[in-house]
């Protein structure tokens, strides 16, 4: 009974149980190239215009940096569809170091390389447009995105005509070079298995000790990536009360266990103290730069699970810069069972939208 119970553990495990320059390089050639073709004189004297252009754009704006990550991304999806078009996701390949590693976890095992990269985004692509002359529309929506420089996490929606389908969340690093080195992808669970997940996680760790609460600096960060780090890295298991003073009154948090966002910090509370319990350790693991919103991956181990059998997950975190509290939350886990069955069977019956029941477009604000 105990080896079953972990197996739909890692099936529905997130979040929850815790407080939880190629592309340079491309820009920029097209931008000398224009400059060349625009402005009149030798192209010395129009590099020389440039550099000027950029030295004083810095220097009306000095304070503020380059969102390098945020705005590749958001080039990508946006201006490339990388994807939702097969020119887009060579774009993105050619966006990516060439030992890349790209863990979508809807997969088995992580894509490594920027050439298998390339062939992974482009069958998906097909699949979901119907093939190289398939007509089928399917689109691909930013909800949220985290104002990363060196790296950042976003929240997305599949979408088709009229309807939204499938929600998911992407953390995306880069190398030295704007290079995307590494990227984490994990869509939502089509099962939700709501407070069930409460009892089984009991049962699997009935034998576990209780441990000590570890110690900590008392700290009040403001920028949302140092607050991510304070709760999970510091505070976690130490004071419930401690981390509860970063959640604003009216938090809306989107754990992917359940079918229902909970609304406001008492219910949040309450969801975490639920979940209180020993026998689960949280540990995060790759965290971006953001200031005003965040996103991070994480790992959760049951005590007595096999080893190795940990589930994989991301969390975007959203903060009130002049409050520094936290007012959205969205945790998603991986599958423990890959392909997920429910999400295989949803992507052959409604490939566009990778669900059973689509909803109409804009009705689930933020991707909520």
């Known amino acids: 009974m105990r080896f079953f119970i972990l197996i739909f553990l890692q099936y529905t495990l997130s979040s929850a149980f815790v407080l939880s320059g190629t592309y340079v390089g491309r820009r920029s050639s097209i931008r000398l190239s224009e400059a060349a073709t625009t402005t009149s004189g030798n192209l010395f004297d129009n590099f020389l215009a440039i550099l000027r252009n950029d030295d004083s754009q810095q220097k009306r704006a000095p304070d503020k940096k380059i969102l390098m990550a945020q705005s590749l991304i958001l080039s990508l999806i946006n201006d490339d569809r990388c ?6 996701a060579q774009t993105f390949a050619e966006s990516c170091a060439v030992d890349v590693v790209y863990e979508d976890c809807y997969e088995p095992q992580p894509i490594v390389g920027r050439a298998a990269v390339a062939d992974h985004l482009t069958t998906r692509v097909l699949a979901r447009t119907g093939g190289e002359n398939g007509g089928r529309d399917a689109g691909f929506r930013v909800d949220k995105i985290s104002d990363g420089s060196t790296a950042c996490g976003f929240a997305w929606t599949w979408t088709s005509g009229s309807l939204e389908g499938l929600r998911g969340t992407t953390f995306v690093e880069l190398n030295s070079a704007n290079q995307i080195q590494y990227a984490r992808e994990i869509p939502e669970p089509i099962f939700k298995p709501g407070d069930l997940i409460i009892e089984l996680l009991k ?9 000590s609460a570890p110690e900590y ?17 510091e505070v976690q298991g130490a004071d419930p009360e401690e981390g509860m003073r970063f959640f604003d009154e009216s938090i809306v948090y989107r754990d992917f266990n359940y079918e229902d966002v909970l609304n406001g910090k008492a219910e949040v509370k309450k969801f975490i103290e639920d979940f209180s319990f020993p026998g689960i350790t949280f540990n995060t693991q790759r965290f971006d730069d953001g200031v005003a919103s965040t996103c991070f991956t ?3 181990i049951l005590e007595g699970a096999p080893e190795g059998s940990t589930t994989k997950g991301i969390s975007f975190y959203e903060v009130n810069p002049d409050t520094g509290l936290i007012t959205y939350v969205r945790d998603v886990p991986e599958s423990g ?5 429910l999400g295989k069977l949803a992507r052959l019956f409604r490939p566009a939208l990778g669900v059973f029941q689509p909803v109409s477009i804009g009705s689930r604000e933020g991707g909520l």
């Open 83 to 88: 994807f939702s078009t097969v020119e887009g």
């Open 203 to 211: 049962a699997a760790t009935a034998n576990a000790k209780p441990k």
């Open 217 to 233: 600096t008392p700290a009040t960060p403001k920028k949302a990536n140092e607050i991510a780090k304070y709760l999970f890295n």
């Open 298 to 300: 994480w790992e959760v």
């Open 337 to 341: 069972i890959k392909p997920a069955p």
